[in-house]
């Protein structure tokens, strides 16, 4: 693949993640289930909790998923030849970071059984 389609690619991949952030930002999951969702054992402990992991989760990745839309542009002139390979590694431990970010938040205002701190 040339660079400028890997370019292409690389954008149109992260766009696509942006707008899937914005449909579940926008419609999140309204009861715990094993669906979609943010999905830990502890953001299942009680309705109160699904709902703050899940408002904290979205919002983070809506926003990060923002910045991530650079990602291809940077790739494109430092690494043109793997650009889309390293938009989407990078892209990949972006997404993944959200998982212990969330779960400090929880940690902040939340105790282990799921009660308010």
Request: a positive charge; aromatic letters at 18%.
């Amino acid at each position: 693949m040339d660079n400028e389609s890997q370019l292409w690619v690389g954008l149109g991949y992260i766009a696509f993640m942006v707008l899937l952030a914005y449909i579940f930002k926008k419609n999140p999951p309204k009861k715990i289930n094993w669906l979609y969702g943010y999905r830990t054992k502890r953001s299942m402990a009680n309705e109160k909790v699904w709902r703050a992991a899940n408002d904290y989760s979205l919002s983070t990745m809506f926003i990060w998923q923002l910045y991530c839309l650079g990602l291809p542009l940077f790739g494109y002139f430092l690494y043109p030849k793997h650009n889309l390979l390293v938009s989407i590694i990078i892209h990949t431990i972006v997404i993944v970071a959200i998982i212990p970010a969330t779960e400090v938040y929880l940690n902040k205002y939340f105790d282990k059984k799921g009660n308010p701190k």
